[in-house]
């Protein structure tokens, strides 16, 4: 089983996996967390012979792992990370992937018109009546798209 180092290689390979056999692929997660580990007074002691102050516990590290299997051809691609910013992407690219595997079509941001403006649920994209909460907006801002009354000067010390 490859262990990637790089989201990105797992996430290709995945994808291509899913491309070939998107009935029998699954995709799985595991996270785990790991209580702090308290350091014993021997640990200190033998540290500084005893004249070093103790180390603060670290805290608790997690780490998520994502496996994606075929049981028909025996791949088994796998990705192991504890870094938080990556584990909230990657959860958000999941969905791409399971989409995949429901045999759904991939969500598309925003539809657009031939001119360019985005598509509502109606034909022709509302009414054109300006709402009253946006006129009092506008009416509010002035008619300017900044608003207010720039920066506060600082006093001389």
Do not use: C, F
């Amino acid at each position: 089983m490859p262990t990637y180092a790089k989201s990105e290689d797992w996430l290709h390979q995945s994808q291509l996996l899913l491309d070939a056999r998107p009935e029998t692929t699954r995709v799985t997660t595991s996270y785990n967390i790991k209580p702090a580990r308290r350091r014993t007074k021997a640990e200190n002691a033998s540290a500084g012979d005893g004249e070093a102050p103790a180390t603060p516990e670290k805290p608790p590290r997690g780490h998520l792992i994502i496996k994606t299997y075929d049981p028909v051809s025996g791949v088994s691609l796998k990705y192991k990370t504890s870094k938080a910013a990556e584990v909230g992407r990657l959860v958000q690219m999941l969905s791409g992937l399971g989409r995949k595997m429901a045999a759904l079509p991939p969500v598309e941001e925003a539809s657009t018109v031939e001119g360019g403006e985005p598509m509502t649920g109606v034909e022709g994209g509302g009414s054109g009546a300006q709402t009253p909460v946006a006129a009092a907006v506008t009416a509010q801002q002035g008619g300017n798209a900044g608003g207010g009354k720039g920066k506060k000067k600082k006093g001389k010390r």
